[in-house]
């Protein structure tokens, strides 16, 4: 692996982008950012606030000023959120920037880990559990085209350190 490096993490929500990033960073010895959470730092908003305000649209374009925004960071691993590798060219500029990593979970998993945490995830939080279902099948259908341009897939299931594994293995 070389010396300056972007790893993207991507993957549907709750596909463990966040905590497999902060411990995969601490094992490379590499900064971690959450690309929400930069959002938000950018924006001064919470992430539901902005969808509230400028709607999906907005915030994607948002979501990808604040992509472009870690052109010159090196020795980073950025945690994305679930919609950013479908926007327009985001998954091209993120393999052209740096190493890509599909964290590929099954429904099943993701289901337990969001439903819990819906108020925080706009495109779910007012949906049952049915719903909730219906719109993970639909749309891991649609975004799988993007995820699997990733440089690399890995298996998402299980506890954090055995994923932080699974990608040190295969870089
Ligand atoms: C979204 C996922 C969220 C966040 C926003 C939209 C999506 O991030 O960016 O609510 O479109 O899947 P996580 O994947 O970190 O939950």
Not at 40 to 63: M, N, T
Not at 78 to 106: D, R, V
């Amino acid at each position: 692996m070389s010396a300056d490096t972007k790893i993207f993490l991507i993957g549907f929500m709750g596909a463990g982008k966040s905590s497999v990033g902060k411990k995969l960073a601490q094992s490379l010895h590499y900064r971690f950012i959450d690309l929400d959470v930069l959002i938000e730092k950018q924006q001064k908003k919470s992430i539901p606030s902005i969808f509230e305000l400028v709607g999906e649209d907005g915030f994607r374009k948002i979501e990808q000023q604040a992509l472009h925004s870690l052109k010159d960071e090196s020795n980073i691993v950025i945690a994305t959120g679930g919609g950013c590798p479908t926007f327009e060219k985001n998954m091209q500029w993120m393999n052209a920037h740096g190493k890509t990593i599909y964290l590929k979970c099954s429904i099943g998993v993701l289901f337990h880990r969001i439903a819990p945490q819906k108020k925080q995830r706009p495109l779910i939080a007012n949906m049952d559990d049915v719903d909730i279902m219906d719109f993970m099948v639909t749309m891991l259908k649609e975004r799988s085209k993007f995820y699997e341009k990733a440089s690399f897939t890995v298996d998402g299931d299980g506890k954090v350190e055995m994923v932080c594994k699974r990608i040190l293995d295969v870089m």
